[in-house]
C-alpha cells in the first residue's frame, strides 16, 4: 500500500485566495482525520470522518475552514479565504475502527 | 485549552544514555495513550502505545510508563542513538467513550548527540 497521500506537498499563496489541500486514505480504512501543527499548539484535530460522514468538527477554528469525504478515497481541506495566520503543516491521517493512525507526508502552506 | 502537555519543548542526550520525554494531561477520561515519532519533512509515525490498565509497556528500547494518579506518562529510551533524533509527540483519546480522535501535544525535539 502507498500509505496516505497528500497533495500538494507545498503550496505558497496570497493572503484572500481559496486553498485546497487533498488527502487519499489508505484503502480500507475507515476512518478520517485532519491535523494542523503549528509551534504553539503542536498537533491540533480540526475535524474526523468516520465512513466518509464528518463526526467531530470542533477543532475547525473558523468558517473559513471546511472540510469534505466526498468518497472512502478522497477528501479535501478548503480554506477561503486564507489568511496569514493560517501558515502551518497540515497533515492527513487514517485508520481502520478508529486505532493505529497512519499520517501523510502532509501539506505546508505559507500564506502571504 | 492544551489537555495533552509536553512541557519540555527540546532535549539533548548523549549517545548511548537514557533519554526521558515527559508528558501531562488533564482529561480522566483518557484511557490510551500514544508517541509519535517525527522527522522532518515527514508525518508522524507511531512508535508505543499504553493502556490505562497497565502501568507499563516496553518495546525493544522504548519503554512508555503511565502514571494515572498524577495524569503522567513518560517515554524511556534506553540506550539512546544519533537516529533517535526526532521529534516526539504524546497522543491521548477517550476511546472507550466511543470517540477515537487522539489529542496531541505540543511535541519534545530530541536531539541525541554522537
Known amino acids: 500500500d502507498a500509505g496516505v497521500i497528500q497533495s500538494p506537498r507545498h503550496e505558497v499563496t496570497e493572503m484572500g485566495q481559496e486553498v485546497t489541500l487533498r488527502c487519499k486514505p489508505i484503502s480500507g480504512h475507515d476512518y478520517l482525520f485532519w491535523y494542523r501543527q503549528t509551534m504553539m499548539r503542536g498537533l491540533e484535530l480540526l475535524i474526523y470522518?468516520?465512513?466518509?460522514?464528518?463526526?467531530?468538527d470542533s477543532g475547525m477554528p473558523e468558517d473559513r475552514f471546511s472540510a469534505k469525504m466526498p468518497n472512502a478515497s478522497f477528501s479535501t481541506l478548503k480554506i477561503q479565504p486564507s489568511e496569514p495566520r493560517d501558515s502551518a503543516v497540515y497533515f492527513c491521517?487514517?485508520?481502520?475502527?478508529?486505532?493505529?493512525?497512519?499520517f501523510g507526508s502532509g501539506t505546508r502552506l505559507t500564506v502571504v | 485549552d492544551q489537555q495533552v502537555k509536553q512541557n519540555s519543548p527540546s532535549l539533548s542526550v548523549q549517545e548511548g544514555r537514557i533519554s526521558i520525554l515527559n508528558c501531562d494531561y488533564t482529561?480522566?477520561?483518557?484511557?490510551?495513550f500514544l508517541w509519535y515519532k517525527k522527522y522532518p519533512a515527514e508525518g508522524p509515525t507511531f512508535l508505543i502505545s499504553i493502556s490505562s490498565i497497565k502501568d507499563k509497556n516496553e518495546d525493544g528500547r522504548f519503554t512508555v510508563f503511565l502514571n494515572k494518579s498524577a495524569k503522567h506518562l513518560s517515554l524511556h529510551i534506553v540506550p539512546s542513538q544519533p537516529g533517535d533524533s526526532a521529534v516526539y509527540f504524546c497522543?491521548?483519546?477517550?476511546?472507550?467513550?466511543?470517540?477515537?480522535?487522539?489529542?496531541f501535544g505540543t511535541g519534545t525535539r530530541l536531539k541525541v548527540l554522537a
Open positions: 482529561n480522566s477520561m483518557f484511557d490510551y
Open positions: 497522543a491521548a483519546s477517550a476511546g472507550t467513550s466511543g470517540t477515537y480522535k487522539y489529542i
Open positions: 470522518f468516520n465512513n466518509n460522514v464528518p463526526i467531530d
Open positions: 491521517a487514517s485508520s481502520y475502527l478508529g486505532y493505529g493512525y497512519t
